[in-house]
């Protein structure tokens, strides 16, 4: 219902600037992309799966296009943006849909295709900008999914404001979500774990509001702040602090701290403060990370479930690492071999050990071990066009065990 709201305005929005005389700033500054994204992901369960698939398979093509206006003249300007998602089932094998790629249907089977149509109304004052629509967010505390096909969606306005020297103040509410693999809208909902590695109950609500700042204290210190509210699930604080720092010749140190505190609304049963901690010593092409995450209080950390990213250190590529009382630490290592003559070309692999929590009442420990091998073609016909392997090996004492694959290929062509 609330988003129905919120499209119908956008909708209004968009009539009125097509009302609107021609605005040079309106045309010159739009642009029109389309992005490609071809997805393969093989999910080998290396244990008995409670759902008793052995494995999960899907493969898949798709197209995100993309429309941003610029904005009308005057003291307040008004504008518009599109994003048009298209998802075509190339092979799903019988039985192994559920990679979260594609649409399952009703009798279990992957869509041939699906699609959706995203508008998001918009007016700018000063450095000021509101948006009523659909959001890609990007925010600490509603990190949108975009690891599949397409990307999730969010659906409810917002104001960002950079009039400030220095500061970036954000605010706004959601009020409905579009998953990676479907076409609708849904209520937003919460997970997170119970003591013993269950779940705690959600409620399913249209209302998850958030305010937060940024402010770049130097060109080297940066301090975030957030809070926000789930309804009837959990509110929850975020504080971020990142500083670099330039060493002896060719090497940097890189340091952040992630600090979460989340209680419960409703009596959802949610207790919960995560301090995460990463250094990075950086040499020339070479990045080596070491980080550790904390976890104390009766529940794991919440965040918005259907897929959606808690911005946490210990959030990898299979799983999250967010049981209740979990402690992790993790080794991450980049390179970029651009600095050994082969431009385009990067490696990322991490370690992370997580333990410190129980599953049924018995200590449990997990591990995983991820590899993204990435390559963008740097000249001739193919030029940026980008390649990657992504990896996964994740084993733990109380769970089921995994091992992974994806593929992907993407290009984006930008008309304007």
Known sequence: MFAGKYTSLAVAVAMGCAALPASAQFIDDSSLSLETRNFYMNRDWRDNHPSGKHKLEDWGQGFMLRFNSGYTEGPVGFGLDAMGLLGIKLDSGGGTSGTGALLVQDDGKAADEFSSL??????????????????????????????RLLPQTFDGAQLVSKDLERLTLTAGQFRSTRLRDSTNREDLTMFAFAPGGGLLPSKPVDRFSYAGATWDATDRLRATYYWAELKDNYNQQYLNLIHTQPLAEDWRLKSEVRYFHSREEGNSGVDNRTLGSMFTLGYKAHNLSLSYQNQSGRSGMPFLGGGTDPWAFATVTYHHFLYAGEDTWQLRYDLNFADYGLPGLTLMTRFLRGDNFQIGGSDASEREFNTDITYVVQNGTFKDVWLRWRNVHYRGSHTVDNDENRLMVGYTFKFW
């Open 118 to 147: 995203a508008l998001t109304a918009k007016a700018r004052a000063g450095q000021t900008v509101l948006t009523v629509g659909a959001h890609e967010s990007l925010l600490p505390l509603s990190f949108r999914n975009d690891t």
